[in-house]
């Protein structure tokens, strides 16, 4: 079954589904999962190229195989779900919310925008290249990182006997967020009739103003919030605003409404 990519993290009720960013996975939510449980019943997920070093998948990499993949793992929950996403997977939750209404109630999209057309991955790739397939000890991944996104991907990689490996190749991942530099998501944001949250770092990854054109071209279905201080990791970085902005949005939603 499709809902076999879905890891059921808590809670009963109404489903909502984690949808990680690019070089995440499923179970980096570690620390939202047991407040999200209030609200229903909390699903992580992990996409394609995500599963694992040694899970192979030749498929081309776009965007519409990230949102069909994501539409068939919730669309056996057998209702609509709350989507909450953080960076490629708030992109490909609002693109699902606009491409099959039918399957999303509500959209949370943490620090991510639809235009980064002409933007390279050239700077990026020679970091990503050198990251060694395997880290001994945490210290090296916190030394890599830092305290927060370091703390991330210890949950991200795959556990081995001798330590933390990658969970994924990193060529996928550079043709990831390269494809982002070809073409625009304009046209999914506007089709999104869902209840949305917005929510922008303040040390935002975003170009600067196209989280709050989304919110001006949504108009009162969404809600916006900016977190001063905080990186692109909003929900590691600022958790207690983090939660405020999701509890307030999802308390809004007829499901949790009373």
Do not use: K
């Amino acid at each position: 079954m499709s809902t076999e990519l879905l890891t059921w993290r808590g809670g009963s009720g109404p489903p909502l589904v984690l949808v990680h960013g690019l070089m995440g996975r499923g179970s980096t939510w570690s620390r939202q999962t047991p407040w999200l449980a209030r609200f229903g019943a909390v699903y992580t997920y992990d996409a394609p190229w995500h599963r694992g070093r040694d899970v192979a998948d030749s498929a081309p990499v776009s965007t519409e195989r990230f949102v069909d993949d994501l539409a068939a793992a919730v669309a056996d929950l057998g209702r609509p779900v709350v989507l909450v996403g953080h960076s490629m997977g708030g992109l490909h939750s609002w693109c699902l919310a606009a491409q099959r209404p039918d399957l999303v109630s509500a959209v949370v999209v943490e620090d991510m925008a639809p235009d980064f057309v002409g933007r390279t991955t050239g700077p990026w790739e020679p970091w990503v290249h050198a990251l060694p397939v395997e880290y001994a000890c945490a210290d090296q991944v916190f030394d890599e990182f830092g305290p927060v996104a370091g703390r991330y991907f210890l949950e991200a990689f795959d556990r081995t006997p001798t330590g933390w490996r990658l969970h994924g190749q990193p060529s996928r991942w550079i043709e990831i967020a390269a494809q982002w530099g070809t073409r625009d998501y304009w046209q999914q944001w506007s089709s999104v009739r869902a209840p949305s949250l917005l929510i922008e770092a303040g040390d935002s990854v975003t170009p600067p103003g196209q989280m709050r054109r989304m919110l001006e071209m949504a108009g009162p279905r969404a809600a916006y919030v900016r977190v001063p201080g905080a990186g692109h990791l909003v929900h590691d970085d600022a958790p207690q605003r983090y939660r405020e902005a999701v509890e307030t949005f999802l308390a809004t939603l007829p499901e949790n409404s009373g």
